[in-house]
């Protein structure tokens, strides 16, 4: 009782301070915070943190949750395997301790798209020939009438928020997104869950011990929240900087695995006459500060003259960092997807403040609300099963439909684990799976899984001494000891079966007989060898510009993003997501030609067509007969062939 009469004595002084400072009601579009977004003003520092202390001691208040409903977000904490201070193998709830209640966090509140049904009818009929909406693609003003949560539905939330003592609200233009800043004791009073703190792969961490809850007038709005969560984070996907593969891929056929250019690629997958990406817009995601890699990105361009002129343009979706930790991801990146295209009309970064998933999201959701650019790369993931306890994967489905009823398409690297995304080392690195027992669960990575993206795996490229295309095996360099040498780990290509999306109607000829029902990936592979990877430009701050070898699936969905971007650009970028077209065509064997199908290959004198540990524990295995298989997709689709098709089948992909 006490508490509450304190609080209320606060909460009083506070609003005099408001009202003393004039607050404004909730600002303009143009105004907003963050890049698409709507909001309430920023309140002072000073503000906000007596807000905060009123909340921490009133939070407590008696707050009848007994019908209140589970969102997407699990409880995560019990479901984070780590160590006790004697080194045991423990879960994290065995040793968390409460967060203090006054400690600042931010969440972001991912609602619920309205006549999903109908949404998923469209998404399916504007990719199908014949249909009357048949890439008749939505503008995002079309889709938030449609498809986006009503303004009364907001309010709804943002009431829910402010009555909990969340502070400066923040709402999305597409009013997917509710971000709002608050305390631990915030989060408990609005989500009837706890965070508690504990020490993972070195980190302090924390995580929800509930799942989180809303009031029942909320359930069919509120889809997940986002931020109860830092103990499983996005990584990148690039391997070999600077270095060799711990084991040597062979083919029968002639041909070597050496390091190529950006633009080398072209040549390499069957480009000659289909044109640059001149009239396309690419984007990429990514993370921190761009500081160094446009400084790379300009030194690329110095020297590969033949590249037309460009300075990426930066968009944050949030407040700018300073970390440059990600560099060399971002540099793969653009310099690969601008090279392969050619050139590009401009360039996008959308930019996250921190690799977990709530701001992730955010970045995900700032390129499908601009809606600029028509491909998008996305070279980074986390374990399924995290994503999807933490309630980000339903939230990233959500932003990836859109983007598909708007006619963008998003590319997403398949890993770099094989078949073990969820087995991690002491720095949280994937592809670990060292017990017998682990080594049998095979799991694949998000946002790849989604059904709303397409997914690019990894192979081993070989050519001739002249630089052509020989052939290709799936990328598998087995095994090494982790940067920290706390244990031994796969490198090799993502792939294999999601655990909870269902396999879109577009590929479910192409796993019939595969004993699943759940989508697979990758669709396609492009080259990721360490061997035979890109030589990029890499600032490295205390001793210059380095040249230097980097591969990974990090490098293939660019490529393909290149390779997407002359298609588009060369059919007026009315392709759209090109997931049904591809498979409808690919499956098809009197397009045999425009595939570069995976070969049959030894690694060390060991036959590996597999994406897994061993020949006991393959994973997933390669197809070499050019029919889509769980290691390799359907194979690399040539540039030229492709372009060919494109324009010879316009019911299939049709121009304006």
């Known amino acids: 009782m006490q508490g509450n009469v304190q609080a209320f004595l606060c909460c009083e002084l506070l609003s005099m301070l408001f009202t003393f400072r004039g607050i404004k009601k909730m600002k303009s579009k143009a105004s907003a915070a963050k890049a698409g977004d709507l909001a309430v003003p920023r309140i002072s520092a000073l503000a906000l943190a007596l807000s905060l202390a009123c909340v921490a001691m009133g939070a407590q208040a008696a707050v009848d949750t007994s019908s209140w409903v589970s969102t997407k977000t699990d409880a995560f904490l019990s479901k984070v395997q780590t160590h006790d201070s004697s080194g045991a193998e423990t879960t994290a709830d065995k040793i968390a301790v409460d967060m203090a209640p006054g400690e600042l966090k931010s969440v972001t509140v991912a609602l619920q798209l309205r006549n999903k049904a109908q949404l998923d009818k469209f998404v399916a009929d504007v990719n199908t020939p014949g249909s009357a909406v048949f890439h008749k693609f939505l503008t995002p003003a079309q889709f938030n009438a449609q498809y986006a949560p009503t303004q009364a539905q907001v309010d709804a939330v943002v009431k829910h928020l402010t009555k909990s003592g969340f502070k400066n609200i923040t709402v999305s233009s597409n009013h997917t997104l509710i971000s709002a800043d608050g305390t631990a004791a915030t989060v408990t009073q609005a989500f009837n869950t706890s965070l508690k703190r504990f020490t993972h792969h070195g980190r302090s961490v924390y995580a929800n011990d509930k799942p989180a809850q809303v009031p029942a007038e909320l359930s069919n709005i509120i889809g997940s929240v986002l931020g109860l969560q830092n103990a499983?984070?996005?990584?990148?996907?690039?391997?070999?900087?600077?270095?060799?593969?711990?084991?040597?891929?062979?083919?029968?056929?002639?041909?070597?695995?050496?390091?190529?250019?950006?633009?080398?690629?072209?040549?390499?997958?069957?480009?000659?006459?289909?044109?640059?990406?001149?009239?396309?817009?690419?984007?990429?995601?990514?993370?921190?500060?761009?500081?160094?890699?446009?400084?790379?990105?300009?030194?690329?361009?110095?020297?590969?003259?033949?590249l037309p002129a460009l300075v990426p343009t930066v968009v944050n979706a949030g407040t700018p960092t300073t970390d440059e930790s990600g560099e060399v991801e971002w540099a793969l990146d653009s310099q690969v997807a601008y090279g392969t295209a050619g050139g590009a009309k401009q360039y996008i970064f959308y930019v996250a403040t921190s690799m977990e998933d709530a701001p992730l999201t955010a970045a995900y959701n700032a390129a499908v609300t601009a809606n600029v650019a028509s491909v998008v790369d996305i070279s980074l993931g986390e374990c399924e099963a995290s994503a999807h306890s933490s309630g980000s994967q339903a939230a990233d489905d959500a932003v990836f439909e859109q983007a598909v009823a708007q006619g963008m398409t998003f590319a997403v690297a398949a890993g770099d684990a094989g078949a073990y995304n969820c087995d991690t080392d002491s720095e949280g690195n994937p592809g670990v799976a060292n017990t017998t027992t682990k080594r049998k669960t095979y799991d694949v990575s998000e946002p790849a899984s989604s059904p709303y993206v397409l997914t690019v795996g990894g192979t081993a490229l070989f050519t001739t001494s002249a630089g052509a295309y020989n052939g290709q095996a799936v990328w598998n360099e087995g095994t090494a000891s982790t940067g920290d040498g706390s244990a031994v780990r796969i490198w090799a290509t993502g792939g294999g079966y999601s655990k909870y999306e269902t396999a879109p109607s577009w590929q479910t000829t192409a796993i019939i007989g595969s004993g699943h029902t759940t989508r697979g990936l990758p669709d396609i592979v492009y080259d990721a060898a360490s061997a035979s990877g890109t030589n990029i430009y890499i600032n490295q701050a205390a001793n210059g510009v380095a040249y230097g070898t980097v591969g990974g699936t990090s490098m293939a969905s660019p490529l393909f993003v290149g390779i997407w971007g002359r298609m588009e650009s060369a059919h007026s970028n009315n392709l759209g997501f090109p997931a049904s077209a591809l498979y409808s065509t690919l499956s098809n064997s009197a397009n045999a030609s425009m595939l570069a199908k995976v070969s049959s290959?030894?690694?060390?004198?060991?036959?590996?067509?597999?994406?897994?540990?061993?020949?006991?524990?393959?994973?997933?295995?390669?197809?070499?007969?050019?029919?889509?298989?769980?290691?390799?997709?359907?194979?690399?689709?040539?540039?030229?062939?492709?372009?060919?098709?494109?324009?010879?089948?316009?019911?299939?992909?049709?121009?304006?």
């Not at 390499?268 to 990105?297: C, K, R, V, W």
């Not at 690329?300 to 003259?305: A, E, I, K, R």
């Not at 061993?614 to 007969?625: D, E, H, I, K, L």
């Not at 098709?645 to 992909?653: D, G, K, R």
């Open 232 to 306: 499983a984070i996005h990584h990148t996907m690039h391997s070999g900087v600077m270095s060799k593969p711990a084991r040597t891929t062979t083919l029968a056929t002639t041909g070597t695995e050496v390091a190529h250019t950006p633009t080398q690629y072209y040549g390499i997958y069957g480009g000659s006459t289909t044109p640059a990406a001149s009239n396309a817009i690419i984007g990429s995601i990514a993370e921190g500060s761009m500081t160094y890699t446009l400084q790379d990105f300009a030194t690329f361009l110095t020297n590969n003259p033949s």
């Open 601 to 656: 290959a030894s690694v060390d004198g060991d036959a590996v067509d597999y994406n897994g540990w061993s020949t006991t524990y393959p994973g997933m295995s390669a197809n070499s007969t050019g029919s889509w298989s769980a290691a390799t997709g359907f194979g690399s689709v040539l540039i030229d062939p492709l372009n060919a098709y494109i324009t010879a089948n316009p019911t299939v992909f049709p121009a304006k």
